[in-house]
């Protein structure tokens, strides 16, 4: 699965990969109904955050997003008719992942690199992660 740069690009490129998915498993020409959006926000150690996405037709699925919406609220996304703003602002900030290494994501930010007390430190301005004393 892709990480993209912004969180429409990721929902309309999970919706082009549930629709090829579905052609390849299914010989109705019928649209699929997905029942489960999944969703995972990452920033990486130079603070850019990119997103990941993805529609399954089952729910209790997941490969390696969070469940994010399901059923009618995860149709709308699919159809999309949702605000940008709000799943944003609806994200929880425990569920973001940091990396630490090329590839390797925890729910913590690295503090032992300078970019990542950089972006540990702007992260702290932002209030994602209240509490934490970085000079």
Do not use: C
Request: charged share 40%; no cysteine.
């Amino acid at each position: 699965m892709s990480m993209y740069a912004t969180l429409e690009e990721a929902v309309d490129a999970a919706r082009e990969e549930f629709l090829e998915s579905a052609q390849e498993t299914t010989d109705s020409d019928e649209t699929p109904v997905p029942e489960q959006f999944n969703l995972q926000k990452y920033i990486l150690q130079d603070g850019d955050i990119m997103w990941q996405a993805e529609f399954l037709s089952k729910e209790g699925e997941s490969i390696e997003s969070l469940t994010f919406r399901s059923g009618a609220a995860a149709q709308a996304i699919f159809d999309d008719d949702y605000d940008k703003r709000e799943l944003e602002e609806e994200w929880l900030e425990e569920s973001t992942l940091y990396e630490w290494d090329e590839g390797e994501y925890q729910h913590e930010p690295p503090l032992d690199t300078e970019e990542g007390e950089a972006a540990a430190s702007e992260w702290d301005d932002e209030d994602d992660y209240p509490g934490r004393d970085i000079d």
